[in-house]
């Protein structure tokens, strides 16, 4: 069965420093992978995902995520983070073959200092 | 304005006491769901809605019913609600065609915060 797994439930960081929270999964079949961030009392919203192709996928608000398939990875970066994208980070995926479900991690506050 | 939009936004009860959280979209999307999110369990799916009059239970469904008579419409119904239910829940929807459920990612509700005392 698929799933994913965030280990740092909280990153903090100096404002303007780069930062990477990371996502593993695990699956036996090809997926579809994403990054959403959700800020403080507010729904989710999609940073970015990838589908196929390039393995380096950018995104929203200066974000980019690699897609490593020999490690099961999906990391996101940011090589300069602002006080404002101080949010929790989500990890989800999904597998190509089958049902309509989006599978979530645990989630990674990111938490950006000045 | 595309969207998904749930009401309450914030809801106090007292266990046992039956309700219903609502949730509609406007992008005429075929599959709708209901996730919870707790601390440290990330966001958990409770029932699922291919179709009008498809639905189907996910990883929580107990303790939580649904309904599908309209497209937009996908009602959360709690018939007796407990303490371990206060959560926050959010109501998502995709458009259900292209390559699968990945391929346009989901369209997520404002989250409606359930306290159960």
């Known amino acids: 069965a698929q799933s994913v797994t965030q280990l740092d439930s909280q990153v903090p960081v100096f404002e303007e420093a780069p930062v990477e929270l990371r996502c593993n999964y695990s699956?036996?079949?090809?997926?579809?992978l994403f990054w959403y961030v959700q800020y403080p009392n507010q729904g989710l919203q999609l940073l970015l995902k990838?589908?196929?192709?390039?393995?380096l996928v950018k995104g929203i608000n200066g974000f980019e995520a690699e897609f490593n398939k020999s490690q099961t990875s999906f990391h996101l970066r940011k090589p300069s983070v602002h006080i404002s994208d101080t949010a929790e980070y989500f990890c989800?995926?999904?597998?190509?073959?089958?049902?309509?479900?989006?599978?979530f991690g645990s989630g990674t506050r990111l938490l950006v200092r000045p | 304005e595309a969207q998904v939009t749930q009401n309450p936004r914030y809801l106090i009860t007292v266990t046992g006491k039956k309700l219903t959280v609502t949730c509609s979209q406007n992008?005429?999307?075929?599959?709708m769901s209901w996730y919870r999110q707790d601390p440290g369990l990330g966001l958990r799916q409770i029932y699922y809605?291919?179709?009008?009059?498809?639905?189907d239970k996910g990883d929580v469904p107990e303790g939580y019913k649904v309904s599908r008579k309209e497209k937009r419409n996908f009602p959360l119904i709690l018939e007796s609600p407990s303490p371990n239910q206060t959560s926050l829940y959010f109501c998502?929807?995709?458009?259900?065609?292209?390559?699968?459920?990945?391929?346009?990612?989901?369209?997520f509700g404002s989250g409606t915060r359930l306290t159960v005392v």
């Open positions: 809605s291919m179709n009008v009059e498809v639905t």
């Open positions: 998502a929807s995709w458009p259900g065609t292209g390559i699968g459920v990945g391929s346009e990612g989901y369209t």
């Open positions: 992008m005429n999307h075929e599959y």
């Open positions: 989800a995926v999904s597998e190509m073959d089958s049902s309509y479900k989006l599978i």
């Open positions: 699956s036996s079949v090809s997926v579809y």
């Open positions: 990838y589908l196929s192709g390039s393995t």
